[in-house]
């Protein structure tokens, strides 16, 4: 059985830092592409970034790009979010997701989905 799950969550002010961890097991973790996802009160699902099963490779949304670092440990079955210069507006609920060697920031087609971990970000 496939299981992710997200953990680092929480409260932080603005200009604050925060490293969510999604620990996945149950698949060969170096055979996925892993992706960071979002969701705020109200809003669609939103793409953050990726990283490659190898790790040489990341993209990010506009968004996060600067302040956000996706990073990735296969000895652990463990990727990370970075998160740095938090604004109010990154509050939302984070997911990670695994695709299975396919290069995809689109919610379309994650092979499976963790359960979530909320982030707020206080002004």
């Known amino acids: 059985q496939v299981q992710l799950v997200e953990s680092g969550g929480g409260l932080v002010q603005a200009g604050g830092s925060l490293r969510l961890s999604c620990a996945a097991s149950?698949?060969?973790?170096?055979?996925?592409?892993m992706g960071w996802f979002r969701q705020a009160p109200g809003k669609e699902r939103e793409f953050v970034g990726i990283?490659?099963?190898?790790?040489?490779?990341?993209s990010y949304a506009d968004s996060v790009k600067g302040r956000f670092t996706i990073s990735r440990d296969n000895a652990k079955n463990t990727v990370y979010l970075q998160m740095n210069s938090l604004r109010p507006e990154d509050t939302a609920v984070y997911y990670c997701?695994?695709?299975?060697?396919?290069?995809?920031?689109?919610?379309?087609?994650?092979?499976?989905w963790g359960q979530g971990t909320q982030v707020t970000v206080s002004s």
């Open positions: 149950g698949l060969t973790f170096r055979s996925y592409t």
């Open positions: 990283i490659s099963w190898t790790g040489e490779s990341t």
């Open positions: 997701a695994a695709d299975r060697l396919v290069w995809r920031t689109i919610l379309a087609g994650y092979d499976y």
